[in-house]
């Protein structure tokens, strides 16, 4: 609870966060790398989201001249209204808004806010929409880039390369993972990403270097494995 994201003064101890009458339907709760980083995300029924912890690389939507650097109490994400879902790690976050639309903020290092045009790939203090050419349903952030699934079962990634976008091109903006079957879900590793198809198969693509990949060797798959 070094930066507060488990409510105010928690330590080791499992505790009811106060969210003064807010009734919650999803969570996500971000791993942090260094002292500055974890934070706890959640959506509540009437579609508004909240953090708190860490706001080092505006991950928090609070702007930086705020001085906020951290909170330990929930704080309303402003200017996002029908969240369906959020999903956090490390330095950046996303909502999944019921039109399909997904917007992101905080630190953009490696372009994972999927915003970017010509290669600018700047931070944003507030929430800011995905150039997703479609509706997306979720998003898988895993901490270097992310992933869409939309309403017909494709799956769209953006953000650094390193063998986790599934495909090749741009990584500036949300481009689709060509060689996977109808998805219903998704997941995203630092490295690799994963999904499940409609058929309830497994795939999995990117770096292998711990087996992670499930295809009974430890070779780099750039595109898409499965098994």
């Known amino acids: 609870n070094n930066v507060g994201q488990i409510g105010p ?5 499992i505790r009811r966060i106060a969210l003064n009458g807010l009734s919650v339907k999803g969570i996500s709760a971000s ?8 934070t706890s995300f959640f959506v509540t029924t009437d579609g508004k989201a909240f953090g708190l912890g860490s706001n080092a690389s505006l991950q928090l939507a609070v702007a930086a001249t705020s001085e ?20 956090s790690r490390r330095d950046t976050s996303f909502a999944v808004m019921a039109d399909g639309s997904v917007f992101g903020w905080g630190s953009n290092d490696y372009c994972q806010l999927g915003t ?21 349903r979720k998003v898988a952030f895993g901490g270097l880039s992310t992933l869409g699934l939309d309403d017909q079962g494709g799956v769209w990634s953006w953000g650094a390369g390193y063998a986790a976008l599934g495909r090749s091109g741009d990584g500036n903006v949300p481009g689709l993972v060509g060689a996977i079957p109808p998805t219903r879900d998704i ?17 999995t693509w990117g770096m292998n270097y711990s087996g992670q990949m499930g295809t009974g060797s430890f070779d780099q798959n750039d595109l898409n494995g499965n098994f």
Do not use: K
Not at 33 to 38: H, K, L, P, R, V
Not at 81 to 86: E, L, P, R
Not at 119 to 124: D, E, H, L, R, V
């Open 9 to 13: 003064d928690a330590g080791s101890d």
């Open 31 to 38: 791993d942090y790398f260094t002292s500055e980083e974890g």
């Open 68 to 87: 906020v650097t951290s909170r330990s109490f929930p704080g309303q994400i402003a200017n996002l209204q029908g969240v369906i879902g959020v999903s």
């Open 187 to 203: 997941a995203a590793g630092l490295y690799h990403g994963a999904i499940v198809s409609t058929s309830g198969a497994v795939w």
């Open 116 to 136: 970017a045009t010509s290669g600018q790939c700047a931070p944003s203090p507030t929430p800011v929409r995905v150039a997703a050419p479609t509706r997306l």
